[in-house]
């Protein structure tokens, strides 16, 4: 196997674990839950900013417009963002956390913002109880 198809079977599995830790709710420590999405974050931010330096910024919309399958990824990519941002919304206005700019870096970049818009959320939530 390739790098390229290593990477995403490494990601699924990943996500499969931190999916499954959420569902039978295993607690983490207070500094574990926001840093994992923090690291994650910046490692995420690392790889796309080789991506780009790589393939180009033009590379994405080609990789979401050239057939049907690419166009699948693209929605369900934008219907996740808008979900996770849904869902964060209101936690996020509990702490005082300024929703139009983390709007507009989500709706720009993705995931690229919206994990550091859920560590940030979960700092100043744990910060709020003391």
């Given at each position: 196997m ?9 990601a699924?599995?990943t996500?499969?674990?931190?999916v ?9 420590s ?7 999405p923090?690291?994650l ?7 796309s ?8 910024l ?8 050239t ?28 702490v005082?956390?300024p ?8 709706t ?8 550091p818009?859920?560590?940030r959320l979960?700092?100043?939530e744990q910060?709020?109880?003391?």
């Open positions: 390739t790098m390229l198809q290593i990477l995403p079977v490494l699924y599995a996500a499969i674990a931190v499954w830790m959420i569902a039978t709710e295993k607690t983490a207070p500094t574990v839950r926001w840093a994992f923090a690291i974050a910046a490692l995420f931010l690392v790889f900013l080789l991506t780009v330096a790589q393939d180009g033009l590379q994405f919309w080609t990789n979401h417009t057939n049907l399958a690419g166009n699948q990824v693209w929605f369900d990519l934008v219907m996740g963002i808008v979900i996770g941002f849904y869902l964060i919304a209101p936690r996020a206005r509990a005082g956390m929703l139009l700019p983390w709007g507009i870096a989500v720009t970049t993705a995931c690229i913002a919206l994990l818009m859920l560590a979960i700092w100043l910060r709020s109880k003391g």
